[in-house]
């Protein structure tokens, strides 16, 4: 049996930290996988009771764990139709270097992995906005097709940086605008649309989830120069950039 070896092997300071904040543990069961493309790769798990003792929101992630150097290291990954019916839910990976795509691209049914659910949460903005403004990239891709879920019939515009292929976008071509971009002009392209973007719409919502230098880097765009009330606005960055 393969794991991520974290639960087996202590979790450093990091699950010290987790523990502390009465963080839940769970080992998750691969039972399928998918290629989506040769980038990008959907794993089906059972969930080690993780649903049902935690509940369901909008965009919620678990933390796995993985080896890496013969040392702990998590990631943060977004859960994909959850059902806690079932008791299962499927997790997407956009490949790359690192432990965590190392162990999605081998991770057959039967193999387990541990995972942590701390600091999760969603909440919707009010009033509900008449325009979403999604920021990301193939990481963030299940968090917007799980936020674009959420609001129904609203209007979205989604800047989307890289990947290749037919990425599993949950859009609808009658309300969801995609706009993808090559590696390296996302700040540019969303300083130069954005603006009017915004003044188009009474309520807008700007979602930003990439790796953490743009992350912070539009959020204090967002905030600081165009405007934007902190509560109209969420940001998080979903990898470091080597």
């Not at 919620?60 to 079932?86: C, E, I």
């Not at 906005?129 to 989604?158: E, K, Q």
């Not at 090559?182 to 700007?206: C, H, I, M, S, T």
Request: proline letters at 7%.
């Amino acid at each position: 049996m393969k794991s991520g070896d974290g639960m087996a092997q202590g979790r450093g300071w990091e699950g010290t930290v987790l523990r502390l904040m009465r963080a839940k543990d769970f080992t998750l069961t691969v039972t399928g996988a998918e290629d989506v493309t040769p980038e990008y790769r959907r794993l089906r798990l059972t969930d080690g009771g993780l649903l049902a003792a935690t509940g369901v929101h909008p965009t919620m992630w678990a933390r796995l764990w993985f080896t890496n150097a013969g040392k702990p290291h998590q990631r943060a990954y977004t859960l994909v139709d959850p059902d806690p019916a079932t008791g299962t839910f499927d997790l997407e990976f956009a490949l790359h270097e690192g432990a965590a795509s190392d162990w999605a691209r081998t991770a057959k049914p039967g193999d387990t992995i541990g995972a942590t659910v701390q600091g999760t949460g969603f909440e919707e903005p009010a009033p509900t906005p008449t325009h979403v403004l999604a920021i990301g990239d193939p990481a963030s891709l299940p968090a917007i097709n799980s936020l674009l879920g959420v609001f129904g019939s609203v209007p979205a515009t989604i800047w989307f940086e890289g990947g290749a292929g037919d990425l599993p976008f949950r859009t609808d071509s009658d309300r969801h605008e995609v706009r993808r971009l090559p590696r390296g002009e996302l700040v540019e392209q969303v300083r130069a649309e954005l603006p009017k973007a915004l003044a188009d719409a009474d309520a807008p919502y700007v979602w930003i989830a990439c790796d953490t230098r743009t992350t912070r880097t539009l959020s204090a765009y967002v905030r600081k120069e165009l405007g934007v009330p902190k509560e109209r606005t969420h940001a998080l960055g979903y990898w470091r950039a080597s």
